[in-house]
């Protein structure tokens, strides 16, 4: 005898895979965006990896072919992550939050995690890296969206009701500061915080968060040498060009070497062991050398586009009373859109340096799989709506 849940899967699956209506039930622009932006990655990785895969490791296009199969794997994820429907995702909050603080104490255990350049952020499985805290924005954000389903009314009456969740996410901090992990932290928080304050939560009580968060920051950044020197760094690189300045004043002088149209695909100098990381976390100033102020306006604005769907389809799902796809779809945009920001202002020198990688274009598997499966649920609210409006009856939900 099968579970209420498995007939409920199995009924979604086939719904969406034998109704003729389902081939109607995407968001083209959604799916528009994402493509050009992976495939502009992939072709960026290619192009600013090839002489550090060379000389490590014999093989031009090294950093291609993994990020391709990386591609592929997070292709198959999203296909898998479509056929799933939300209220699995709604049951699953718990667990996810709970596995998110597994994954992230993984990187502290000898012989299993893996620290480079000081930070531990990595954990070894037959032979690939994994990132867990890719993994555990998307967690966090499922989770907080159930909390805000759940406790609607508390979270707008009483003030423990505001704090419980936040404390949670706090463990979840205290993990990514021991790594140390900075813009995995900013990312979070600020797309947490945002969820909070669009499920009605005063903004009064943000006042107080602002303000312990700020000393927080405060202490954290006077707490190390090194991390002081990245706060002032960026302000005049071109103070010490060759040593605490280097990487953004190459990042700056990719920029410089772009001008309107790009020196063309494939010519940069930068990536020529000048700029640091020009494949995963700079990939962004290595396009803006090769293509020009005209593919960074492009970039930005296929950004945009992705972005303001995901906000359109979580103001849907908010006015068809499904609160936590709506959530699920505000979230996503939200991380999408901020992490996106900060890596090109990191890249163009308005911020800090972050290890931020540019969702679904720089190099790195945790990463694009995990924003694959990102995608695989925004589309999937996207598509339960449609459908939703095209019967006489939604949905039908299941008890867990």
Not at 98 to 127: E, K, Q
Not at 347 to 376: D, E
């Amino acid at each position: 005898m099968k579970s209420d849940m498995q007939l409920y899967l199995q009924h979604a699956w086939n719904d969406t895979a034998h109704t003729p209506e389902a081939t109607r039930t995407m968001d083209y622009w959604i799916i528009g965006s994402s493509l050009v932006l992976i495939t502009l990655g992939l072709i960026m990785v290619g192009s600013a990896s090839v002489s550090v895969a060379e000389k490590y490791s014999g093989d031009p296009f090294y950093y291609l072919w993994r990020q391709l199969l990386f591609t592929a794997v997070g292709v198959v994820a999203l296909l898998m992550t479509l056929r799933i429907p939300m209220k699995f995702w709604e049951s699953l909050g718990l667990v996810l939050i709970i596995s998110s603080g597994v994954l992230l104490a993984l990187v502290f255990i000898p012989g299993l995690g893996r620290t480079v350049n000081g930070s531990a952020r990595w954990v070894n499985l037959a032979g690939f890296t994994m990132q867990p805290s890719e993994m555990v924005k998307l967690f966090c954000i499922i989770y907080m969206a159930g909390y805000l389903v759940r406790h609607q009314q508390a979270i707008h009456d009483s003030l423990a009701g505001f704090v419980r969740p936040l404390l949670l996410m706090m463990v979840i901090v205290v993990l990514l500061l021991l790594e140390p992990d900075f813009g995995s932290i900013a990312v979070l928080m600020v797309t947490i915080i945002a969820l909070m304050w669009l499920a009605g939560v005063p903004i009064s009580r943000f006042a107080l968060l602002s303000g312990l968060g700020l000393i927080l920051l405060v202490i954290i950044a006077l707490g190390a040498q090194y991390r002081t020197q990245r706060l002032t760094t960026f302000l005049h690189p071109w103070d010490d060009p060759f040593n605490s300045g280097f990487q953004l004043t190459q990042a700056l002088i990719a920029f410089g070497r772009g001008e309107w149209f790009g020196v063309g695909l494939g010519a940069s100098v930068q990536k020529l062991f000048y700029l640091p990381e020009a494949h995963t976390d700079f990939l962004f100033a290595v396009l803006a050398e090769e293509l020009g102020l005209v593919g960074v306006v492009a970039v930005i604005g296929l950004y945009v586009i992705l972005v303001a769907r995901a906000l359109h389809i979580g103001r849907s799902a908010e006015k068809r009373q499904r609160p936590f796809a709506a959530f699920i779809a505000y979230g996503i945009g939200i991380w999408i859109g901020l992490q996106a920001f900060i890596n090109m202002g990191v890249n163009m020198g308005v911020l800090p340096t972050k290890g931020l990688t540019l969702p679904f274009m720089s190099y790195g598997g945790s990463s694009i799989v995990v924003m694959c499966v990102a995608l695989g649920m925004l589309l999937r609210v996207d598509m339960e709506l449609r459908l939703e409006g095209r019967r006489s009856q939604p949905l039908q939900s299941f008890t867990w």
